[in-house]
């Protein structure tokens, strides 16, 4: 189920020792034949990545293009060139390259051809998240979510790619699985490197559902995986669906780092909060996980689902909604202790909370918040550091709004509008008035600040394709080479 066209909650930890020993394999370069290493992907007029051809001492070398019109090459008689691909080439969407090395023809794979325009079509499916990289040999993103038809009776499996801020392909897996797998839901990013923990769940069996946290190194290889539910203590709890929707990655100077994620658990007969604790360096340490399965009156509806937390200076702060199902449901919004014990619970929201984010140190200055959250009916408020909400809004009624970034004092938010189209919204810290809005898409899931300080979207394509977006700060589509 790989890309058309060549085509988690990913955490991401980047220790020092990847960078300088795991990143100097991460280019788009690429062996396409025996003895000619390049780019799989090019772009209609830049001159693209290296084509480099391997002869003996003294070999002549003649590259060619199929088709009249179709690209020049920048040296087409020595071993290295580059190719600029026509406009007509970027109707084909692919051009076929050849190379003589002393009378012989090399005949490489077709290469595709990208317009000049970032927006990216990557395989069947969607991405639920997106972060960028910062790695040594090259900057730009990772984009996770699924593959597959997006129907819910289809099967699907997790898949992500890693692409230069040109929105070339670096990599991309598949992850092959056993079971039907939904989608890697989320991505967090922390630190410098490129190791990555990606957070998610799937079906094992019939009706049958387990998380689980993978651990990829830079090739995209899984390292480490951790099935929380599995822990032997809890076996008897796990009987038919668990989810992990989001998470964090909690650092500690003195203590191991971990991971807190979110999302629910279905016990039989209540849908429960569910809050997980992975030790990083102890992945088989399982014990410090936790269900919020207390059927009192705190917890007293059949249905919860969380679906982000944030960390404090004394707990946490976790979203979601909760009802009498998933679609008869209401925004709730928890605050726990350190130890995962509830605090406080709002639900007095009229909408469903999907992603709480930290607010900027230039927010923090001026107003007594901390957080932001955002949700469906456009709503969008700030929190302080008990959960308290204030400045909330709700734009339009049409809107969905599934994750946000905080870009100085204006908050970059996408998702969905009148269940038609992408949407990205811009919109200044406490305003009630958007100042930007810009429709991408099909479905807009996650969004990223780049390197580059231009935004990264990511979502589906109307024509139901994984699918990233870049745009500048009006919110309108920039060229994947800057002039």
Request: some cysteine; aromatic content about 10%.
């Amino acid at each position: 189920m790989l890309s058309k066209k060549k085509g988690i909650i990913v955490l991401s930890l980047m220790l020092l020792v990847a960078v300088m020993a795991g990143c100097s394999g991460d280019s788009t370069t690429t062996e396409l034949i025996e003895g000619v290493e390049g780019p799989d992907q090019v772009i209609v007029g830049v001159e693209s990545d290296e084509f480099v051809a391997t002869g003996e001492t003294g070999s002549s070398y003649i590259w060619e293009v199929a088709g009249a019109n179709m690209g020049i090459f920048t040296a087409p008689n020595d071993a290295n060139t580059k190719f600029i691909p026509s406009e007509e080439a970027a109707q084909y969407g692919t051009v076929n390259i050849s190379v003589m090395i002393n009378n012989t023809e090399k005949n490489l794979p077709s290469i595709e051809v990208l317009k000049n325009e970032s927006k990216t079509e990557y395989a069947e499916g969607t991405f639920h998240a997106i972060v960028t990289t910062s790695d040594k040999k090259r900057e730009g993103y990772i984009a996770a979510g699924t593959i597959g038809p997006l129907a819910l009776e289809e099967a699907k499996n997790p898949y992500m790619v890693k692409a230069d801020n040109r929105g070339l392909i670096i990599d991309q897996k598949e992850f092959d699985r056993d079971g039907r797998f939904y989608d890697v839901q989320d991505i967090a990013h922390w630190g410098l490197g490129d190791s990555y923990y990606l957070i998610g769940y799937g079906e094992v069996s019939s009706g049958f559902y387990k998380s689980f946290v993978l651990k990829l190194n830079n090739k995209m290889e899984i390292e480490e995986e951790y099935n929380p539910e599995d822990e032997d203590s809890q076996e008897d709890q796990v009987t038919t669906k668990v989810y992990l929707r989001s998470g964090i990655v909690s650092t500690h100077v003195f203590t191991s780092d971990y991971i807190v994620a979110v999302g629910n658990y279905d016990d039989g007969e209540t849908v429960l909060p569910y809050i997980t604790k992975i030790n990083i360096a102890d992945g088989s340490d399982k014990e410090d996980y936790y269900f919020l399965n207390e059927k009192d009156t705190t917890l007293s509806n059949p249905y919860y689902n969380l679906e982000s937390i944030v960390e404090t200076d004394d707990g946490y702060i976790a979203v979601g909604y909760t009802g009498n199902s998933r679609n008869d449901s209401d925004g709730i919004l928890l605050t726990l202790n350190s130890d995962f014990q509830i605090k406080t619970l709002e639900t007095d929201f009229g909408s469903k909370l999907y992603k709480i984010k930290e607010v900027s140190q230039e927010i923090k200055n001026n107003k007594n918040v901390e957080f932001v959250v955002v949700g469906d009916n456009g709503y969008i408020a700030e929190v302080d550091s008990n959960g308290n909400i204030a400045n909330s809004t709700k734009l339009e009624s049409g809107l969905v709004f599934r994750d946000v970034i905080v870009d100085g004092t204006d908050y970059v938010v996408v998702g969905e509008e009148d269940k038609e189209q992408g949407v990205v919204v811009k919109i200044k810290s406490g305003s009630s008035n958007y100042t930007y809005k810009q429709n991408y898409g099909r479905y807009l899931y996650g969004v990223a600040k780049a390197t580059d300080n231009d935004y990264l979207l990511a979502g589906h394509s109307a024509d139901e394709n994984s699918y990233v977006v870049k745009v500048d700060s009006n919110l309108e589509v920039v060229k994947r080479v800057k002039e």
